[in-house]
């Protein structure tokens, strides 16, 4: 659509007033806030002033807040998402996570991390009653000179083959998550599932909004990792399975080439890495060789 162009008069008018809001941050103690209002301030109104916005418009937006802050509760967090779907949950993990070395590239948090998910042995099962099919996942844990970070705490999570993480179920259970913790050479290995690609909660505002641009909710298929160590940058990050056709439209944008690996597919009855015995179901392995950078 195509808007008329303002007047001059118009124009100082508008510029004006822009002026005004940002001078009444002017008293901030806070350094920080100050300059994140009145950057703020000038983005809102830039926004406003090039599309022209109009009142309906401005009230339908205000609607739609509304109605993200109804749906939102614990369990539910509707502002993440709206943040994650236009990309600014991304954006935030590339200014805070700057590129260093090789290592290991960040992705989106995700709102399906629980605190307290059980402890497993190198080589135990994070599937617990979550079904799908089994995934070996093996690696190491360094540091950007290559040394091995023994002790270094993986926290592991992942949703069913049915699309849902355990949280999303209404009973307890426990299933598709744990931590584990890497051995004396910094290595670490452990029974998942092959990630199945799944949407991100649609029934909102959220998943409204997608349908009216179409856009699709499907996330890419992945498995996602937090991982640290003293004196490490944390890491927040996921592993996709190459080949997915989602690849290229993951709904949250958290998809980086580097995070893509091959998720070998064996034939039943092959040997496993260790002897465990899956009877006729076909499995996947993969190795993540994960790199922490030097905390900031
Ligand atoms: C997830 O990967 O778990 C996720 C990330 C962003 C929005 C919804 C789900
Ligand atoms: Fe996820």
Redesign the pocket.
Known sequence: MTTTPVSDRQTQREEALIETVVASFDNTPDARLKEVMQSLTRHLHAFVREVRLTEAEWNTAIAFLTDAGHITDDRRQEF??LS?VLGI?MQTVAVNNEAHGDATEAT?????FVDDAPLIANGGDIAGSAPGQPCWVEGSVRDTEGNPLPGARIEVWE?DEDGF?DVQYSDDRVAGRAHLVADDEGEYCFWGLTPTPYP??NDGPVGKLLDAVHRSPM?AS?L?FMVSSPAKRTLVT?IFVAGDPLLTSD??F?VKESLVLDFAEQAAGSPTPDGRDLGSRTWSRTTFDIVLAPEA
């Open positions: 993440i998402l994650d949950s989106v948090f995700g709102p399906f949703a993480y991100i909660p996330r992945h996602h996921h709904s949250v958290g």
